[in-house]
């Protein structure tokens, strides 16, 4: 958050206001009361006097809001690690933000490998997730990708050297926000910040660019329960024998059948092996 002595910036359709938090606000004395993203109501005397309900919240960074993850990779140097890219799937839909993955430099594959890495890709869209195959360098597919990020807010994670900066660059505004504006009545507005994480889209919208969300570490998954769904493949099968089935070694699974008849991939099912394994040696055992 960038609260700068004490003031928040809320922008508004046209304007950006200089604002302090209502006493009631802030008496909470939480540090996550009100936070970057956060969609709020202002007075005329520009105080913050209400928070709405946020569909997602960030820690590290503190961010809320948040509607896209932008999981990027490149075709090529270097190729894309799967098992990060399972990853980075797993925390976005652990924090409950949309992901989306860009995967950049295609401009370097030959028709061979374009089609090589269409196959690699396919298991993304058995769990509806989008992606965009793009090239910075050569400008493809990027009008489609700014008109999808219109006005919304999106992080940017991923490895480096796939050119997440390069795309950042081209998708963020020169224009910077403009403060100390004085609100005339009771507005909306999306909270934000003078600089820092939160930049400016050409189109509307917000990019986050903060390392954090490039982070491969394991979210804070408290049991087995809590990770299986976080694997949308996994919901709406059949029932498994068992009730609190963990997929693993139980005899009629729904989840094994599926895999067996291809309908869950082979390699997502073996990642939620190994972050089950993983999981349950490093951190659920210190608590049994
Ligand atoms: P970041 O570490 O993810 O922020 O990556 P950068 O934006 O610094 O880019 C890493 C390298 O990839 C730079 O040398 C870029 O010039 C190069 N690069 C970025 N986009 C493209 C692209 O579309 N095609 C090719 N061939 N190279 C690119
Ligand atoms: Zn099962």
């Given at each position: 958050?960038?609260?700068?002595?004490?003031?928040?910036?809320?922008?508004?359709?046209?304007?950006?206001?200089?604002?302090?938090?209502?006493?009631?606000?802030?008496?909470?004395?939480?540090?996550?009361?009100?936070?970057?993203?956060?969609?709020?109501?202002?007075?005329?005397?520009?105080?913050?006097?209400?928070?709405?309900?946020?569909?997602?919240?960030?820690?590290?960074?503190?961010?809320?809001?948040?509607?896209?993850?932008?999981?990027?990779?490149?075709?090529?140097?270097?190729?894309?690690?799967?098992?990060?890219?399972?990853?980075?799937?797993?925390?976005?839909?652990?924090?409950?933000?949309?992901?989306?993955?860009?995967?950049?430099?295609?401009?370097?594959?030959?028709?061979?490998?374009?089609?090589?890495?269409?196959?690699?890709?396919?298991?993304?869209?058995?769990?509806?997730?989008?992606?965009?195959?793009?090239?910075?360098?050569?400008?493809?597919?990027?009008?489609?990708?700014?008109?999808?990020?219109?006005?919304?807010?999106?992080?940017?994670?991923?490895?480096?050297?796939?050119?997440?900066?390069?795309?950042?660059?081209?998708?963020?505004?020169?224009?910077?926000?403009?403060?100390?504006?004085?609100?005339?009545?009771?507005?909306?507005?999306?909270h934000t910040t003078k600089d820092?994480?939160?930049?400016?889209?050409?189109?509307?919208?917000?990019?986050?660019?903060?390392?954090?969300?490039?982070?491969?570490?394991?979210?804070?998954?408290?049991?087995?329960?809590?990770?299986?769904?976080?694997?949308?493949?996994?919901?709406?099968?059949?029932?498994?024998?068992?009730?609190?089935?963990?997929?693993?070694?139980?005899?009629?699974?729904?989840?094994?059948?599926?895999?067996?008849?291809?309908?869950?991939?082979?390699?997502?099912?073996?990642?939620?092996?190994?972050?089950?394994?993983?999981?349950?040696?490093?951190?659920?055992?210190?608590?049994?």
């Amino acid at each position: 958050m960038n609260k700068i002595q004490g003031f928040y910036y809320v922008k508004s359709e046209n304007n950006v206001y200089e604002c302090k938090l209502r006493g009631i606000l802030k008496r909470k004395e939480s540090k996550d009361n009100c936070v970057v993203g956060d969609i709020v109501e202002i007075s005329e005397d520009n105080s913050i006097i209400n928070v709405e309900k946020r569909k997602n919240l960030v820690e590290r960074p503190l961010v809320a809001n948040i509607d896209y993850l932008v999981i990027q990779f490149a075709a090529k140097d270097p190729d894309i690690d799967y098992e990060r890219l399972n990853l980075l799937l797993l925390r976005s839909f652990y924090y409950k933000i949309t992901p989306l993955v860009i995967i950049n430099k295609i401009d370097l594959l030959n028709d061979h490998e374009m089609t090589e890495l269409k196959k690699g890709l396919e298991f993304l869209e058995k769990i509806n997730i989008k992606y965009f195959l793009i090239s910075q360098k050569e400008n493809i597919g990027i009008e489609e990708l700014k008109l999808f990020l219109k006005d919304k807010i999106t992080a940017f994670g991923g490895p480096s050297g796939v050119g997440k900066s390069s795309i950042i660059n081209l998708l963020q505004n020169e224009k910077k926000l403009e403060t100390g504006e004085t609100s005339k009545r009771l507005r909306r507005g999306k909270h934000t910040t003078k600089d820092t994480n939160l930049l400016e889209l050409i189109g509307g919208g917000y990019i986050i660019d903060t390392p954090g969300f490039s982070s491969v570490e394991l979210p804070d998954i408290k049991d087995a329960q809590e990770l299986i769904a976080l694997f949308p493949e996994f919901s709406n099968r059949g029932d498994c024998k068992f009730n609190n089935c963990l997929h693993l070694n139980e005899p009629s699974c729904a989840i094994k059948e599926a895999v067996k008849n291809g309908e869950i991939l082979e390699e997502r099912y073996n990642f939620y092996k190994k972050v089950y394994e993983k999981l349950k040696q490093e951190r659920w055992n210190k608590y049994e």
